[in-house]
């Protein structure tokens, strides 16, 4: 624009010389208006051009292309709107990749979750829903643009979302627990959920859903009152024989020799059972502690297999059983030595009191890869499917009358499962063919 100017000026200043030479002023005066309208024409069209420029530069920033920068030759006006725009977009990039990288942590941070997040719409369709969440829902991908109510139709959830919707909105400092809506719900799949709702009002998400699964801690808190109850009630009947017995032997028992004697053995029968209980109940509470000393180390399993065999062989015989040692020699687990002959001669001790006289039972081992593998086999009667998963929980029976005829405290293989799982390894039963039970360890090379 400035060259134009200066060239218009130097026309006019030639044509003016012109008149002064002789040239007709009428003449002169036409040729400088053409020559003004023509430079202003040009002016016009360079204008036009270079702020068609810069609005294409715009619209790409705008849209698919913000690494776009205005470039103008030109100095003035135009060169101080690109370098405005230019700053702009470079701020705006910058701005975009702070957003997009809090975005990236966010995401990370909610998939990442093991609660479920889910947000609602003020409509109750879903807008947001992590990971966990979606799995909890039973959903094979997130279900954006759902009814929530559709998903999970229980009336409490219902009612959860109602009251969080009239909840006064809070401040995330000034959220205490007792004021966020909760409800427990079990789910078809059997697991039970606490949701917890907050009311919202940002981002187009008007109630904030937190899914917690609890399945684990109430199946703990049922197994712990099952315990106290168990235990009590395994401990009141010998108490109560010993009880009767003695205050039978005080009321005269003792003046006829036969009956005290019967008396006492009741007596000593039923105190050596409640001793039984009581040390297997410090065994389970000293290993779930970490205070059973087990010291792993490398232990020779035929060695442990044998001394086993040979401790319940008095057993055995009384029983008229056969036991076949399936040995593969030169094999060594990580473990002690004295958790694992307990383990042995718990398994082994099993088979002979729940098996009919005359059965055959077989113990083993053998290396499964980087693992050994133990078993003890029997050709007895055999355990239910709807058992085997439960048999080692503490005091669980599947014949609780026929258990305690036998002496079982019903804490054995709870036993064992935590002295296998505290040396590393992991315990299985299942069903022996044709006939009985077949108990597998495995523990690491």
Not at 120 to 132: E, I, K, M, Y
Not at 214 to 232: G, K, M, Y
Request: aromatic share 4%; charged share 25%; glycine share 8%.
């Amino acid at each position: 624009m400035f060259l134009l100017t200066s060239l218009a000026m130097a026309i006019g200043s030639t044509l003016a010389a012109g008149v002064t030479v002789g040239f007709d002023p009428a003449l002169a005066a036409l040729i400088g208006a053409a020559m003004s309208l023509l430079l202003g024409l040009v002016g016009a069209r360079l204008v036009t051009l270079q702020a068609r420029r810069l609005t294409e530069v715009a619209q790409a920033m705008a849209s698919d292309h913000p690494e776009r920068r205005a470039s103008v030759a030109s100095s003035g006006e135009f060169q101080e709107l690109g370098d405005a725009l230019n700053h702009m977009a470079d701020k705006l990039e910058r701005t975009t990749a702070e957003l997009r990288g809090e975005r990236d942590r966010f995401g990370v941070v909610l998939e990442g979750m093991v609660e479920g997040v889910i947000g609602l719409t003020l409509d109750g369709r879903v807008a947001l829903c992590n990971r966990s969440a979606t799995a909890m829902l039973g959903e094979t991908k997130p279900p954006l643009e759902k009814r929530l109510l559709d998903l999970v139709r229980q009336p409490a959830l219902k009612d959860l979302l109602e009251r969080a919707r009239a909840a006064p909105h809070l401040r995330p400092d000034e959220v205490r627990e007792s004021d966020v809506p909760q409800v427990e719900l079990a789910m078809p799949s059997g697991a039970k959920l606490l949701w917890s709702a907050w009311p919202l009002d940002r981002a187009g998400i008007g109630v904030l859903l937190a899914m917690r699964d609890v399945t684990a801690l109430r199946r703990l808190e049922t197994v712990r009152r099952d315990f106290i109850s168990n235990v009590s009630h395994e401990l009141r009947t010998p108490v109560a024989i010993v009880y009767a017995s003695a205050e039978a032997l005080c009321d005269g028992g003792l003046e006829e020799p036969p009956i005290a004697r019967d008396f006492a053995e009741t007596i000593l029968r039923h105190a050596e059972r409640m001793s039984r209980i009581i040390s297997d109940l410090l065994d389970l509470s000293r290993i779930e502690a970490g205070a059973y000393d087990l010291s792993p180390s490398g232990v020779h399993v035929t060695e442990r297999i044998r001394h086993a065999v040979r401790l319940i062989e008095p057993t055995t015989t009384a029983r008229n059983q056969t036991v076949t040692a399936h040995i593969e020699d030169g094999l060594t687990v990580r473990g002690n030595p004295q958790a694992l002959d307990q383990v042995l001669v718990n398994l082994l001790e099993n088979a002979s009191k729940y098996t009919p006289q005359g059965s055959h039972i077989e113990v083993g081992c053998r290396r499964d890869g980087e693992r050994v593998e133990l078993w003890v086999a029997d050709n007895g009667p055999g355990i239910a499917a709807s058992h085997r998963e439960r048999i080692f929980e503490r005091f669980y029976r599947i014949d609780a009358g026929r258990s305690r005829e036998l002496g079982g405290t019903g804490l054995g293989l709870a036993i064992v499962r935590h002295l296998i799982e505290a040396m590393g390894g992991t315990i299985t039963c299942e069903a022996n063919e044709p006939t009985g039970a077949r108990f597998r360890v495995w523990l690491h090379a």
